[in-house]
Structures are given as C-alpha cells and as structure tokens.
C-alpha cells in the first residue's frame, strides 16, 4: 500500500509552528495569566483549536477555490501529530513540576534542620541542579536562583538563565531516554491495538473529524458539512460566551446553571457521607461529547463504580463515622499490575512474536512493524531503560531502586495509554506514585528496602510525573492511529461510518509487511515527532523559567501568589517532608496493605476474566480502576449524560440514527473548546491592554 503525500515542507512548518506557538504561550497563560490551561488534558485545547481554525479559515478556503493547493488529510494528520506530541512538554506533563522540583528541597533545607544534613550527607551531584552560588545546601536556600523562581527576580541584570544549562541539559537527556523507551512502546503495541484488539480510540475520532480535508471544491468535510454539528457548536459555544459575560456584567447577563447543587438534600447523614461531587457537579460538554463515542460498557462502569463506591462511603460513615476508604490506594496498586498482565496476556501472542524477532529477525510470514521495525524498538526500548537507570545510578541511586522505578514508570505510562486508548477519557489518573513499593514496604513494618538518598531521587521522578493529564504516550498513540488513517489509508471516513460498538474503524484489514515506501515513510513520521519534542523541550523549558522570574502573582483581578503555586512549591514540597518520613520509618497504613492489594489485583483480574469469558458482562476493569481519581469524579455526571444520550439514540433509533448523531457530539466538544479559546484569547488582550479582567475557566482542570 502506497502511503498518501503527507510529508510535505508545508506539513512540517506548520507543525513545527504549531510547536513553538503551543509550547511557548502555555507556561504564560496557565500560570501568568490563570486562564484555561492551554493544554490540560487528553484532548488539548490548544491542538484542538489551532485544526479546527486551519481547517475552517486556510484549507477550507483552498478546498473550495484551490483544490489543488489544499493539504491532505495525510498533511493535517501529519502536522496534528507533532502538535500534539509535544503537548506533553508545556505544563502538566513536565514543566510544571521538572523546574520547582530542582530547586524547592533546597528551599525546604532552610526549614527542616533534618533534611538539611541529608542533603549535605549525599552530596548529589551538582549537574542535577542549577549552579547555585554557595557550597553548600546551607547556602544555597537564599540563592538569588531560588529566591528570583519562587517570587519574582528583582535582582540587577537578566534573570539567572544561564545557572540552568546543565540541568536543562541533563535532564534532557534523562528525558530523551525516556521518551525515546514510550515511543518504542507505542510502536510495538501499535499492531495488536489498532489491528488486532481494534481498539475504539474514541478521542482520536473526534480529532480525524477536525483534520480529514474536505473533498475537492467542498469548504467543510463530511462532519463540518453536517447542521447538527453547527447546532451543537453555536448552542455550547453561546452559552459559555453568556455565562462569561455574566462574570462582567451580572446586572444584564443572568448566569444560566450548567451544573446542580444538591448539599442541602444532603447535609445529614447517611447522604452526608457521599463524596462531594455526587452534591454538587457541573457538566462538561467535551466530557459528554467523548462518553458518546465510548463503548456503553466502559461509559457505564465509569459512572456505575463511582456511584457504587459512594454507596461504600455511605456503609463506612453508618458504622465507623468515618466514610473514608482508607485501603483504596493499595487496591489501585494492586488494580493496575492486574490490568497490566491482562494486557500482556491479550496480547501474548504479537508480543512473543515482538521478542522473537527482536533475536532472530523477521520472517517472511509475520507482521513487520510500520514505523520502526520491532527488533529495533524492541532494543531501543532495552537501551532507553538502560540510560534511565544509569542516569539515576549516576546521581546516586542504588540499582534495584532505579530499575523498579523506571519499570514502574513505563508500566503506569503503558496501562494509562491503554485506558485511553479505549476508554476516551479526556482526562487520566492513575494513583501510584513511583515510592510506593517503598512506601507499602515500610508502611507494613518491613523496614527499609532503599536507602534515604535512593528514595530522594525516585521521589523527585514521582514529583515531575505526578500529574499524568498530559502524558507523552497517549498523544503519539493517538497521533499514529491518526497517521495509520490519514496517510496510509486516507479517505476512510472511520468517524462517520460504522459503530463504535464494532471497534473497527470501518477500513479494509492492513497487509502483514508494509511496502519500502510504507516504512520509509513510517520511520520519518517517528522522527518528525522526535524533533517536536527536542524543539518543544527547549522553549517549554525557557519560556517557564521566563514565566516563573518575570511574574510573582497572576495578572488576572485575583492576582493569586505565587504563581503555579501547587505544581512549583507545594508538590515539590513533599520530597523533603516524604524523605524524612522515610528516614523516621513512621509510615503507617491504617489497613492491611496485603490485604487491600491483593483484593485490588484478584477483583480487576475477576472483571478482565468477565468481560473476555463473556460478552454480555456489563462491568470493565477500567471503571474499576478509575475509582478515587479526578476524572471518576468530576466527570462521572457528564458521563453519565454522554452515556444516557447514546443508550436512548440506539435504543430508538439504531446503528443509523447512532452514526448520523456524531456530528452533533463533535460539536458539542469543538464548541465548549472554541469558547475556552475565546475567553483564552480574551483574558491575553486584555492583559495587553491592561484592563482587569476576569479568568473564565471553562474546562475542567
């Protein structure tokens, strides 16, 4: 199969453009100006908004006058892809935690006398950090490098960039490792996901809505052409754009609710025991739109476990006062090494195939990989893994420590890109953090398995992952499944045509080895996403520093200090008090944490065996698995919304009235992102222009 043009000049400069534009203004407008987070989550705004606006202002106008100038599908998808890869770098993903984290446990030194003598005891290697001026840890806590990031620098001269090269540079590499190892990933997985399993990808259809081109002389494609996508765009978009002036002017613009407030009906118990967003909660349309293209047992068990595991809360409160789950983090532990052995264990045959031709090389009769060959993803994922444990062994880890670390990592990165990838959630969470072997180990009474130092440096990858709304491997999943579409099968339509319940995207099956030109082609859209995230990194990284030394409080009317204070100070905050936590062994599970582990490992193993034994089981692991998380509970209603609109849609009106509806759940979500955008744009001019405004925040975050 000959691969579409998709690799133009043109393709490229408009993804790097789209790179630098992203990666440069997040920073600023996330924490300087506190508007709606650029990118914030799986389906970023900033990626979204900039396709739909060249789609609908630049190659909807050459579709319809130049046709022979305007860009493929295989362009959009191509330029798309480097967008969204590097959506990864900004802000939650990495810069909103990577820099605090470098420089606030020296701050924390001046504080805890106990810590201080740590940090003195291990003598971590310098490169790790900014150059600071003094010798010592002592001296360090007042270094105008510490103190000019966490207010604002006020010293003589330019901010101190310069004392951050080593450190941008180091842990670039670090970084590059473990991009490189989730690239590799996504690339062995690619088949038995896309292929195989045919995953639904629900975010990715509601992405090739907004890149597929328009067919010659036409200015929209199929879903833009449709009039219930302008309802739903018009409708979502007007109503935000109401509610924000009402922020202004609430004398002529009355609020209209998009949300309920239920916590006089439950103020006493039992209803008093529930969580707080069964009380309360407001609808997300980007949440609605994305449950629609779920598969109805996976919307269901999102809603249905966070209702059941209220119903638990509700139990506790009654008999012990308290509704706490208290053993819900060791059975999330638990939870997810079970679902990533069912993972493993779907897929035990493309992944044996993956190993064997790692050793032997391919054959004649077997799949070969379309990006990478799977020999080479498969060592180069074997020599990433090794640079990330050298680099920590460097810094001072013991091994054990390391290699559990980094394979606990690229496992939570792995279940998550899965989770997505079939769940659509446009937001995700997984609860373990990188110390918790560690932590459940002394938690239980067994003592130190790592050394204090050892646990400081697995702490400090927990801090800049902590968040994983914005995770590397989720965007270049769905930017291959939407380069598989668009360039190598273009004009397949798998948004409009077909059911999400097949989980087939409604295109004739691939060929077992891909032609010369295939791979080629393949092997440069892998490297154009390593190049956007090399050009990303470095203007993520310098427009942060820039961001966090020119701005001490929000430019907004609430002029909040410090700015990024959770991403920047607090969370980082907690590798000093965690590591003498750890020092002290005073970890302490009111619960037995074998216990609760296991019950997570052995009752998602019970869901996966279900839902594979029989088809008509109605409960996935994953609803399971997203028990306790952000998105289970902002977004459990809106959910439950997109879900109860498909139910009824299929219910009465079939397969057809079910495909002629997703126009209208696309709008939904390009008009609640289009009116994000404006208010975006809004809060930015204003800033210019130095009139005080109000930050409207649209979308959950």
């Known amino acids: 199969m000959?691969?579409?043009?998709?690799?133009?000049?043109?393709s490229v400069f408009i993804g790097l453009a789209g790179v630098v534009l992203i990666c440069a203004l997040t920073p600023y407008n996330d924490y300087a100006l506190n508007n709606t987070f650029l990118v914030g989550n799986n389906l970023p705004l900033g990626?979204?908004?900039?396709?739909?606006?060249?789609?609908?202002?630049?190659?909807?106008?050459?579709?319809?006058w130049k046709p022979h100038r305007a860009f493929t599908s295989g362009e959009m998808a191509v330029a798309f892809s480097m967008m969204l890869v590097s959506c990864t770098l900004?802000?939650?993903?990495?810069?909103?935690?990577?820099?605090?984290?470098?420089?606030?446990?020296?701050?924390?030194?001046?504080?805890?006398?106990?810590?201080?003598?740590?940090?003195?005891?291990?003598?971590?290697?310098?490169?790790?950090?900014?150059?600071?001026?003094?010798?010592?840890?002592?001296?360090?806590?007042?270094?105008?490098?510490?103190?000019?990031?966490?207010?604002?620098?006020?010293g003589p001269g330019a901010p101190p960039y310069f004392a951050w090269v080593v450190p941008i540079l180091a842990w670039g590499a670090f970084l590059a490792a473990l991009y490189g190892a989730l690239m590799c990933i996504v690339v062995i997985v690619r088949r038995q996901w896309f292929e195989n399993e045919r995953l639904a990808f629900p975010l990715a259809q509601i992405e090739f809505a907004l890149i597929d081109a328009p067919k010659k002389g036409n200015w929209f494609n199929e879903i833009l052409r449709q009039r219930v996508f302008?309802?739903?765009?018009?409708?979502?978009?007007?109503?935000?754009?109401?509610?924000?002036?009402?922020?202004?002017?609430?004398?002529?613009?009355?609020?209209?609710?998009?949300?309920?407030?239920?916590?006089?009906?439950?103020?006493?118990?039992?209803?008093?025991?529930?969580?707080?967003?069964?009380?309360?909660?407001?609808?997300?349309?980007?949440?609605?739109?994305?449950?629609?293209?779920?598969?109805?047992?996976?919307?269901?068990s999102l809603w249905f476990f966070y209702i059941l595991w209220n119903g638990e809360r509700v139990v506790l409160g009654l008999f012990y006062g308290d509704p706490t789950p208290y053993g819900?983090?060791?059975?999330?532990?638990?939870?997810?090494?079970?679902?990533?052995?069912?993972?493993?264990?779907?897929?035990?045959?493309?992944?044996?195939?993956?190993?064997?031709?790692a050793f032997r090389g391919e054959?004649?009769?077997?799949?070969?990989?379309?990006?990478?060959?799977?020999?080479?993803?498969?060592?180069?994922?074997v020599a990433c893994i090794v640079v990330m444990v050298g680099f920590l062994m460097l810094a001072g880890c013991q091994i054990h420590a390391a290699v559990v670390t980094i394979l606990l990592l690229l496992l939570l990165f792995l279940v998550l890109t899965r989770i997505i990838a079939e769940a659509g959630l446009v937001h995700g969470q997984l609860r373990v953090a990188l110390i918790e072997p560690w932590r459940m180990f002394s938690g239980a009474g067994w003592g130190m398995a790592i050394n204090t130092k050892s646990f400081f440096l697995c702490h400090m990858l927990q801090t800049v992952h902590f968040d994983m709304r914005e995770t590397m491997p989720v965007y270049a999943s769905h930017g291959l499944k939407l380069t598989d579409e668009a360039v190598f099968k273009e004009g397949s339509g798998f948004v409009v045509q077909g059911s999400v319940e097949e989980k087939a995207s409604a295109t004739e099956p691939r060929t077992l080895n891909p032609e010369p030109s295939e791979r080629s082609t393949g092997r440069r859209i892998v490297a154009l996403l390593a190049l956007s995230l090399l050009v990303g990194y470095f203007t993520s990284f310098s427009s942060m520093l820039w961001t966090e030394y020119h701005y001490a409080s929000t430019r907004d009317i609430s002029a909040r200090t410090p700015i990024n204070e959770w991403g920047a100070q607090t969370n980082p905050g907690y590798l000093s008090s965690a590591t003498v936590q750890y020092k002290r062994q005073t970890f302490y599970s009111p619960t037995s944490v074998a216990g609760h582990w296991t019950f997570g490992f052995c009752f998602t193993l019970l869901l996966a065996f279900l839902r594979l034994r029989f088809t008509w089981w109605p409960l996935h692991p994953i609803g399971y698995?997203?028990?306790?998380?952000?998105?289970?509970?902002?977004?459990?209603?809106?959910?439950?919304?997109?879900?109860?609109?498909?139910?009824?849609?299929?219910?009465?009106?079939?397969?057809?009235?079910?495909?002629?509806?997703?126009?209208?759940?696309?709008?939904?979500?390009?008009?609640?992102?289009?009116?994000?955008?404006?208010?975006?744009?809004?809060?930015?001019?204003?800033?210019w222009l130095n009139v005080p405004y109000n930050p409207i925040n649209i979308m959950p975050g």
């Open 2 to 10: 000959m691969p579409t043009r998709a690799i133009t000049w043109r």
């Open 47 to 64: 990626a979204v908004m900039l396709a739909f606006l060249f789609a609908l202002l630049v190659n909807g106008p050459l579709s319809r």
């Open 90 to 154: 900004p802000s939650s993903g990495l810069m909103r935690y990577l820099p605090g984290s470098l420089i606030i446990p020296f701050r924390d030194a001046g504080e805890s006398q106990e810590f201080r003598a740590l940090l003195e005891q291990w003598n971590l290697p310098h490169w790790l950090f900014p150059r600071f001026s003094g010798n010592t840890p002592r001296e360090w806590v007042t270094d105008p490098v510490i103190t000019g990031f966490i207010g604002r620098w006020t």
């Open 230 to 300: 302008w309802i739903a765009f018009f409708a979502v978009f007007l109503l935000h754009a109401w509610n924000g002036m009402a922020r202004y002017d609430p004398k002529h613009f009355v609020h209209i609710p998009v949300s309920y407030d239920l916590w006089s009906l439950f103020s006493e118990p039992p209803w008093a025991y529930v969580d707080t967003k069964i009380k309360d909660s407001a609808i997300f349309f980007t949440a609605v739109g994305a449950a629609y293209f779920l598969p109805s047992s996976i919307a269901f």
């Open 328 to 357: 819900q983090p060791d059975e999330h532990f638990g939870a997810v090494i079970a679902f990533a052995l069912s993972i493993f264990w779907i897929g035990r045959k493309h992944f044996g195939m993956v190993i064997r031709q």
């Open 363 to 381: 054959r004649a009769d077997e799949p070969r990989g379309r990006y990478l060959s799977y020999r080479f993803a498969f060592w180069g994922l």
């Open 625 to 687: 698995l997203m028990l306790d998380t952000f998105p289970a509970a902002q977004l459990w209603f809106s959910i439950f919304l997109g879900w109860l609109a498909k139910l009824l849609i299929v219910r009465f009106g079939g397969s057809r009235a079910y495909a002629a509806a997703k126009p209208f759940f696309i709008g939904l979500i390009v008009g609640e992102s289009a009116a994000a955008g404006f208010w975006l744009v809004s809060g930015i001019v204003m800033n």
